[in-house]
């Protein structure tokens, strides 16, 4: 069934989708999940879409976004060839790739992988069927009703996705890499939902990919809930390489368990508007969690970054870092709160944010906060938001460099701070050269920069102190 969403859409416009499709979303889903669904729906027409009224929504409105026509869909494409969908332009990378597009789980062989080590990989719908039991323990547990029209409206609507399991102490043996496209003739809003659980001292490396094929207009509201047990590692990447004409609001919530570990990186490439709200709750003492991301904006690109850290246990560590790079007339938001409960005694917690504005157009809005009830806490936070640095523009160009060289390589030493936190080689390589691409042909033209992106079988090597720039 395709459904047109005409005119500008709206929360009496989704209403009416989801009853005269009630029957065709619900058809697959275990008694657990239809409840949650039908929760999510009555507080969604309570809620509604986010304004700019909002405090959490001051600085970016869906207006512009949502008034446009969209075609709904309530089951998979047909016609789509994986081998010409997916695409992945990373040497020597080895990872399992499972596929989603349009929303939809892809494979040509089995909705449900299973290895012999107990992981299960694939799509979230056919983990509805196979292992509800799995699937009432988590989902929908991390994502609380009624605090987001968003999240109301994606486990109202959302029917696949990506499914994650890694048993306890099982380290997956290579990474994972979730490959998400858009690819459609015509004007798509999408609502799917990902589930990713790690076991007791489980170990994964999760490269999370949103790319999109053309330039025709797309919403996305995405919902992603990971869980990690006792002891359990993550490594987490999210690409973010998207059109002009995209709308993307990613909704991610990290749980953890006593002494579990959690890197998060999250790299915007491109993008017409993006909203990454990611969440990280402390359940248990001694955890870990170090996020971090880099943006880098043109045109009329807007991105908004909002974190929300709970400490909810003690002796816990949060690490916080976002840099970003805005040219032209784009925007961007950082809002990172960190909350310390009273009884979460021994915390660390740090967030930061730093940016560079290329023109006097571009603007940022930034607001790192801590709200703090324990008294036995070290905590802190930081912005900046200025130019490139004339003394270090004056330091290179001393040493040879000419003006847009310099300029070149101190926006990709800024930048470098970030991807240089990524711990798999070849992924740290190849975003190192789409980072340096990415400056060089639409954040910043230069004809004869020293990084030399498009020889890189060359490199250049300059006796420079970088900790001068």
């Known amino acids: 069934m395709t459904t047109a969403l005409k005119e500008i859409i709206t929360k009496e416009r989704m209403i009416n989708l989801f009853e005269k499709n009630r029957k065709e979303i619900f058809k697959n889903d275990p008694e657990p999940v239809s409840r949650l669904r039908q929760k999510a729906f009555d507080s969604f027409a309570q809620l509604g879409f986010p304004n700019n009224r909002m405090e959490e929504w001051r600085n970016t409105d869906l207006k512009e976004f949502l008034g ?113 496209v858009i690819q459609h003739e015509e004007n798509i809003f999408l609502q799917s939902r990902n589930l990713v659980l790690l076991g007791r001292n489980a170990r994964l490396s999760l490269v999370h990919c949103d790319d999109s094929y053309n330039h025709q207009a797309s919403f996305s509201n995405i919902v992603t809930e990971v869980h990690l047990d006792e002891g359990a590692f993550l490594d987490h990447y999210k690409l973010q390489n998207l059109n002009n004409n995209s709308t993307l609001i990613s909704n991610t919530v990290f749980q953890l368990e006593k002494d579990a570990e959690l890197i998060s990186d999250f790299i915007t490439l491109n993008g017409g508007m993006i909203r990454n709200n990611t969440r990280v709750l402390f359940n248990g003492p001694h955890g870990t969690a170090s996020i971090y991301g880099l943006y880098l904006m043109d045109r009329r690109q807007h991105i908004d970054n909002h974190l929300y850290v709970d400490h909810a246990a003690p002796h816990c560590t949060s690490m916080e870092l976002f840099k970003g790079i805005m040219d032209e007339n784009s925007s961007g938001v950082f809002n990172g709160h960190v909350y310390v409960r009273k009884d979460a005694q021994k915390t660390n917690a740090y967030q930061g944010n730093r940016n560079i504005l290329l023109t006097d157009t571009a603007k940022v809005n930034s607001k790192p906060f801590l709200e703090i009830y324990a008294d036995d806490v070290k905590c802190s936070h930081g912005s900046t938001t200025g130019q490139l640095d004339d003394e270090a523009m004056f330091y290179l160009m001393q040493r040879g460099i000419g003006p847009e060289s310099a300029r070149m390589l101190l926006m990709f030493a800024f930048a470098n701070e970030i991807v240089g936190k990524v711990s798999i080689p070849e992924l740290r390589l190849r975003l190192e050269d789409m980072v340096k691409k990415r400056l060089q042909g639409e954040l910043q033209i230069c004809e004869q920069c020293v990084l030399h992106c498009n020889t890189p079988e060359h490199p250049i090597e300059f006796d420079i102190d970088m900790s001068k720039i």
Request: charged letters at 20%; hydrophobic letters at 35%; a neutral charge.
């Open 68 to 180: 446009k026509e969209y075609e709904y869909y309530f089951h998979p494409l047909p016609g789509m060839d994986v081998r010409k969908i997916f695409r992945c332009n990373i040497p020597h990378l080895d990872t399992a790739i499972i596929g989603q597009m349009n929303g939809w789980y892809v494979s040509k062989d089995v909705p449900l992988i299973r290895l012999g080590n107990g992981m299960i990989l694939g799509s979230l719908a056919q983990a509805f069927r196979e292992y509800p039991e799995i699937i009432g323990q988590h989902y929908g547990k991390y994502t609380a009703s009624g605090k987001s029209g968003l999240n109301d409206l994606n486990t109202a609507f959302a029917q696949d996705g990506i499914f994650i399991y890694v048993p306890d102490n099982v380290h997956s043996p290579k990474p994972i890499q979730l490959i998400n």
